[in-house]
């Protein structure tokens, strides 16, 4: 997490860049979600399936789903083939 939150603080005042794509997983992309979103830097979050790691937070969208909604995807399919 202090990883994250490192990487994170290089790319945004270092490198100076306008989006990032990162990191991955619920507790890094949580520990690094405050400084992104005080920098107001736009954040693609592809593996991180957490519900609570975008409350509060305007600037990070996930791609992946959560799992909840992971969950009823399986169910869905369970069910549609008559398991």
Do not use: C, N
Not at 53 to 74: E, H, N, Q, S, V
Request: charged share 20%; glycine share 8%; aromatic share 4%.
């Amino acid at each position: 997490s202090a990883l994250a939150v490192s990487a994170a603080r290089h790319l945004i005042e270092v490198e100076k860049v306008s989006a990032i794509i990162g990191p991955m997983g619920s507790a890094t992309s949580g520990a690094a979600a405050p400084l992104i979103d005080r920098a107001q830097i736009p954040t693609i979050i592809h593996t991180s399936s957490s519900p609570k790691l975008l409350l509060g937070t305007r600037f990070l969208f996930r791609l992946w789903p959560t799992g909840d909604a992971y969950a009823k995807i399986i169910l869905d399919e369970v069910e549609k083939r008559g398991h």
